[in-house]
């Protein structure tokens, strides 16, 4: 997945370059990306794993646990979802606050459709606890990989048009 994280930078560098489109795309991810690395690899993984290496021999318990997790990850991860769109205005002028006028709605329109990545990649973070706890690593590591893909195919397809594409393809 490095070199797949490389080749979307590589792309989008390519492609947009020194631009104010290539200066949101960076602005909208950067909180998402945090957000994901902070509570998907670092509290949801940190408190999953050691109930699921528990639990795996008991498949009720398991099951049980994966469950409770991922319903909880789930509504923790939606709330922040909504309170994140609620202050759209409000964080999108923390994240690029000299920005041109005409380029401010399709700020909030990439910082809204990046949303849901990150309820998306909390419940990515259980499953990924699990097959860790499984001693599954490559699994995981593969769903990084289609990230970048889809970036890498998203920043192709507008091939230098519209950002929004690439924020969808996330």
Known sequence: SRASGFIKVAAIAAFY???????????????????????????????????????????????????????ITLIVGAGLSIFLALG?????????????????????????ILIPY?????????????????MSFAKPAFGALLVNLSIIVGTFIAAGDSIIIIAIAN
């Open 17 to 71: 370059g020194r631009s104010v489109e290539a200066d949101m795309l960076t602005a909208v991810m950067v909180l998402p990306d945090l957000v994901y690395k902070f509570l998907s690899e670092g509290l949801v993984s940190g408190a999953a794993v050691p109930i699921f290496v528990r639990n795996k021999d008991d498949k009720c318990s398991l099951q049980l646990s994966f469950w409770s997790i991922f319903w």
């Open 88 to 112: 759209t205005n409000a964080i999108c002028t923390l994240l690029m606050p000299e920005i041109d006028v005409a380029f401010e709605p399709v700020l909030r329109k990439m910082w809204l």
């Open 118 to 134: 990150l309820t998306l990649g909390l419940l990515s973070g259980v499953q990924t606890s699990l097959l860790n706890s499984r």
